[in-house]
């Protein structure tokens, strides 16, 4: 079954219609499990616009089931309530946006009644990183960062002190890496998943882009002029033609191509990417290779230990 996910900017009432479309034409190319992201930054949840969506996604999920990821800027969190109330049916996993208003003990009294995903930081720099970070761990959810990304400096530095820290809580970057390293299965990260295909996105301006992170140079088109085809046209074709030409490259020639599928296609500094992504992997896997010799129950970050109990739990063997 292929996975795809529709990320979907600031949803207004007015575009319930385009957007039951969309869902219809992913789900439509049949074995799709969907996965529907709302990124909310600015738009007021009110319960107009959670009855629209909840509308929306029944539409459709009458006949496909998929689940629902939503994004919700922290000021309206506890309205998710009302959404979870309507679409019951369905998976919901949430990602916070935290700001400095908020308490830790908040989301700790919370997490559980709400089923809390993780927490999204946005962050300026390393430093404001690092403090935000150090605060919201104790609340014990996943961490991730969005608008900055850590130098590969940056990155290393902060695995040395996370791997060794008796009260780690997972930071996404890390858990994806590791989990992929470990279990084999894909990374979430759409650089070193192969995204062709994976994604629909649509912005605020009406826009739509193949592309996770809506690059540029991967707008389909926009919702205001006439679309013949919903899901794909030359520019994505064109974009398709080059990942696979990419990915054969990489299959040959790339010890991580396992690991990795080929990265970004449309990244224009892939080359950096690459020796960046060859040093993580690497130092990663030095420190899985000797905790492995020794006791699962002495690592000292807590991650680490309960993932690796529960691959054991699950009869994963590391031995060949
Ligand atoms: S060469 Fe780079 S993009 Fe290709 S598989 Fe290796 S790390 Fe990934
Ligand atoms: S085009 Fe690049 S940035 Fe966009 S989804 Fe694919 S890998 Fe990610």
């Known amino acids: 079954m292929k996975r795809k996910t529709f990320i979907i900017e600031e949803y207004e009432i007015e575009i319930q219609e385009t957007v039951q479309k969309l869902i219809a034409a992913i ?10 992201r709302l990124k909310y930054y600015h738009t007021p949840l009110t319960r107009r616009l959670i009855d629209s969506i909840a509308d929306t996604i029944k539409a459709v999920g009458k006949e496909h089931e998929f689940v629902v990821d939503i994004v919700l800027e922290t000021d309206q969190w506890k309205k998710i309530k009302q959404l979870r109330r309507k679409l019951n049916q369905y998976s919901i996993s949430l990602d916070l946006k935290v700001s400095d208003g908020l308490q830790v003990k908040e989301i700790a009294h919370y997490k559980k009644k709400l089923l809390l995903d993780k927490i999204m930081l946005s962050c300026k720099d390393y430093d404001t990183f ?16 969005e608008e900055y990304e850590l130098t590969l400096k940056e990155y ?18 890390f858990e ?18 192969s995204c062709m295909g994976k994604y629909l996105y649509l912005d ?8 996770a992170k809506k690059r540029e140079n991967t707008q389909m ?21 080059m990942a696979i030409e990419k990915r054969n490259q990489c299959a040959e020639e ?9 990265g970004c296609p449309l990244d224009e500094k892939l080359a950096e990417a690459c020796g960046e992504y060859i040093q993580k992997v690497s130092r990663i896997g030095e420190f899985i290779e000797k905790e492995i010799v020794n006791s699962f129950t002495d690592i000292e970050n807590p991650c680490m230990r309960q993932f690796y109990l529960s691959l054991i739990a699950y009869g994963f063997r590391f031995s060949q």
């Open 27 to 36: 789900v439509k190319e049949g074995d799709i499990d969907l996965m529907i």
């Open 204 to 211: 605020q301006n009406k826009k739509v882009y193949f592309c």
């Open 130 to 145: 690092y403090q935000s970070y150090h605060r919201w761990k104790t609340a014990g959810l996943s961490i991730a960062l």
């Open 221 to 241: 088109y926009s919702l205001t002029e006439n679309v013949p085809d919903l899901l794909y046209n030359e520019i994505y074709d064109n974009a398709l033609g």
């Open 176 to 193: 994806d890496i590791i989990s992929c390293m470990m279990t084999g299965v894909p990374a979430g990260i759409c650089e070193h998943s």
């Open 254 to 262: 790339c010890e991580l191509f396992g690991l990795c599928r080929g």
């Open 156 to 173: 290393l530095q902060f695995f040395e002190e996370w791997i060794h820290d008796p009260k780690a809580t997972w930071f996404v970057p």
